[in-house]
């Protein structure tokens, strides 16, 4: 049973020892919460969730999307106010079908060390407010070399259909068959910060299989404050983790909050926790 990066989106994969994020996260390696503080956005944007910063002399482009684009959006990362990676996606849904274009990649101090990038692609249904994927596909440089993954679906059922290179299935890896309903991560990721109705805000409760490993991302308790809502997050890991990381810690809480639009919907403008190593934040742009 082949795998797709892990519990990624989430989203950096990868950097600086002196800011204390961990070249430990990096596709099929087992990810340590306590060293690498953005893990939380990491898995949830991949996110390497989630994981982005200071554009400088890098523009973010995400290609796939010929048409008209219906939502777009750019955030950067802080690590204690240091810029550390981008974050770009574009997406558009006709009410049948969706198609999403995402791209993660270092820069700032950290792209001056270490240049790494995150492209991924995903594509599927949608009924009514629900997205059902199809397929999905991402390629990554993690800075020492690159990798691709594909995902394909049957009646909602994740298949594997490529990892390069290949890895060795561990016994813990939670089998595709049984991930009927789970997201992939790009869908995981869109469905986050994606415009929605003000009824809809903090309501998000996800699933989402990558290939080896699931997880919950699960909003509640808004708390409104004029034009902004906050809300409270959790990601938890549900399967494929190691015995390790099981006990080490299975919740990573995090604040949303979504910003009030012309049109009066929402979207999401901040993402933060508090960590061992300062304050991460995730600023939309």
């Given at each position: 049973?082949?795998?797709?990066?892990?519990?990624?989106?989430?989203?950096?994969?990868?950097?600086?020892?002196n800011?204390?994020?961990?070249?430990k996260?990096?596709?099929?390696q087992?990810?340590?919460?306590h060293?690498?503080?953005?893990?939380?956005?990491?898995?949830?944007?991949?996110?390497a969730i989630?994981?982005?910063?200071?554009?400088?002399?890098l523009?973010?482009?995400?290609?796939?999307?010929?048409?008209t684009?219906?939502?777009?959006?750019?955030?950067?990362?802080?690590l204690?106010?240091?810029?550390?990676?981008?974050?770009?996606?574009?997406?558009?849904?006709?009410?049948?079908?969706?198609?999403?274009?995402?791209?993660?990649?270092?820069?700032?101090?950290?792209?001056?060390?270490?240049?790494?990038s995150?492209?991924?692609?995903?594509?599927?249904?949608?009924r009514?407010?629900?997205?059902?994927?199809?397929?999905?596909?991402e390629?990554?440089n993690?800075?020492?070399?690159?990798?691709?993954?594909?995902?394909?679906?049957?009646?909602?059922?994740?298949?594997?259909?490529?990892?390069?290179?290949?890895r060795?299935?561990?016994?813990?890896d939670?089998?595709?068959?049984?991930?009927?309903?789970?997201?992939?991560?790009?869908?995981?990721?869109?469905?986050?910060?994606?415009?929605?109705?003000?009824?809809?805000?903090?309501?998000?409760?996800v699933?989402?299989?990558?290939?080896?490993?699931?997880?919950?991302?699960?909003l509640?308790k808004p708390?409104?404050?004029?034009?902004?809502?906050t809300?409270?997050?959790?990601y938890?890991r549900i399967?494929?983790?190691?015995?390790r990381?099981?006990?080490?810690?299975v919740?990573?809480?995090?604040?949303?909050?979504?910003?009030?639009?012309?049109?009066?919907?929402?979207?999401?403008?901040?993402?933060?926790?508090?960590?061992l190593?300062?304050?991460?934040?995730?600023?939309?742009?």
């Amino acid at each position: 049973m082949g795998s797709l990066s892990p519990d990624s989106v989430t989203t950096l994969r990868v950097i600086l020892d002196n800011i204390a994020i961990s070249t430990k996260y990096l596709p099929y390696q087992e990810p340590n919460p306590h060293r690498n503080p953005v893990y939380m956005f990491i898995s949830i944007l991949r996110v390497a969730i989630t994981s982005m910063a200071a554009t400088l002399c890098l523009v973010i482009s995400t290609p796939l999307l010929a048409e008209t684009l219906k939502d777009q959006g750019q955030y950067k990362l802080y690590l204690s106010g240091i810029p550390a990676g981008v974050l770009a996606f574009n997406a558009v849904n006709d009410g049948n079908t969706y198609r999403i274009g995402g791209k993660l990649a270092s820069t700032g101090l950290v792209g001056s060390v270490v240049k790494v990038s995150y492209d991924a692609q995903s594509a599927g249904l949608v009924r009514g407010d629900k997205l059902i994927p199809t397929r999905y596909s991402e390629q990554a440089n993690t800075g020492r070399r690159k990798q691709s993954s594909s995902l394909n679906y049957k009646n909602g059922v994740p298949q594997v259909l490529e990892v390069k290179p290949k890895r060795k299935p561990k016994k813990y890896d939670a089998d595709p068959s049984k991930q009927k309903g789970t997201l992939d991560t790009l869908t995981s990721m869109y469905t986050l910060l994606r415009k929605v109705d003000q009824k809809d805000v903090c309501t998000l409760n996800v699933q989402t299989f990558d290939g080896r490993r699931r997880s919950e991302t699960r909003l509640s308790k808004p708390i409104v404050n004029g034009n902004e809502i906050t809300c409270n997050g959790v990601y938890r890991r549900i399967e494929g983790f190691s015995p390790r990381e099981m006990r080490e810690r299975v919740n990573f809480e995090f604040k949303v909050v979504y910003s009030k639009l012309p049109t009066g919907q929402f979207h999401v403008t901040k993402i933060f926790t508090d960590t061992l190593f300062g304050r991460a934040s995730l600023i939309r742009q």
